[in-house]
């Protein structure tokens, strides 16, 4: 079983402020990694996955995320942040190779307010 | 391309009432996800069909829940009797491939309150 912990439920920033999301799993085999955003009234959208490779994933809306294994996270940041920008993030996990599907399994999210 | 549609967006019921909730997933898309958040909760699976077939069922809470899918495209959750606990967002979500890999595409959801 895996689960998944944002360590931060509400995060304020000034439009250009640099953000950072925290993001910790834990799992018992080895997963993929998701960052997905919730605009107001929308559905979910992937912001950006680390399947393998690289470390550092680079997103859609100059968003980024860095896989750390030895600390079981996958922190997102932005260094400047716009008004858009403002949304419920979520980090998810699903289960690695795993043939039969892929549920995913969400953290609590983290609400951003930018800030004029 | 439409998007995952979700229709009612929102439903108001009373206790005891029934409800069904409908998801119509991206076409040609076989995999089709149903999760749910509970106010002040994550997002919780409920269950996974691969065409027609339940793949994996392991996040519905109880027998109140039956979610079916018809020839293998759109897929219908219903709550029968509703309890003051099934409120929250009713998300659905598809993808056109198995494995962990493939990114799943979500609706807007249907938020149910029970009265």
């Known amino acids: 079983a895996q689960s998944v912990t944002q360590l931060d439920s509400q995060v304020p920033v000034f439009e250009e402020a640099p953000v950072e999301l925290r993001c910790n799993y834990s799992?018992?085999?080895?997963?993929?990694l998701f960052w997905y955003v919730q605009y107001p009234n929308q559905g979910l959208q992937l912001l950006l996955k680390?399947?393998?490779?690289?470390?550092l994933v680079k997103g859609i809306n100059g968003f980024e995320a860095e896989f750390n294994k030895s600390q079981t996270s996958f922190h997102l940041r932005k260094p400047s942040v716009h008004i858009s920008d403002t949304a419920e993030y979520f980090c998810?996990?699903?289960?690695?190779?795993?043939?039969?599907?892929?549920?995913?399994?969400f953290g609590g999210g983290t609400r951003v307010l930018v800030k004029p | 391309e439409a998007g995952v549609t979700q229709f009612p967006s929102h439903s108001v019921i009373e206790k005891g009432q029934t409800v069904t909730l409908r998801c119509d997933p991206i076409?040609?898309?076989?995999?089709l996800y149903w999760y749910r958040r509970v106010m002040g909760k994550e997002i919780k699976f409920l269950l996974h069909?691969?065409?027609?077939?339940?793949?994996?069922e392991s996040g519905m809470p109880n027998n109140r829940f039956l979610a079916e899918r018809t020839g293998g495209t759109y897929s219908t959750l219903k709550v029968q009797p509703a309890e003051l606990e099934d409120s929250g967002v009713y998300f659905c979500?598809?993808?056109?491939?198995?494995?962990?890999?493939?990114?799943?595409?979500f609706g807007p959801g249907t938020r149910l309150t029970v009265t």
């Open positions: 076409s040609g898309h076989d995999n």
């Open positions: 069909f691969v065409k027609e077939s339940k793949q994996d």
């Open positions: 998810a996990v699903s289960e690695w190779l795993k043939a039969a599907g892929n549920k995913l399994t």
């Open positions: 680390y399947l393998s490779g690289s470390t």
């Open positions: 799992s018992s085999v080895s997963v993929y």
């Open positions: 979500a598809s993808s056109p491939q198995r494995g962990g890999t493939s990114e799943q595409y």
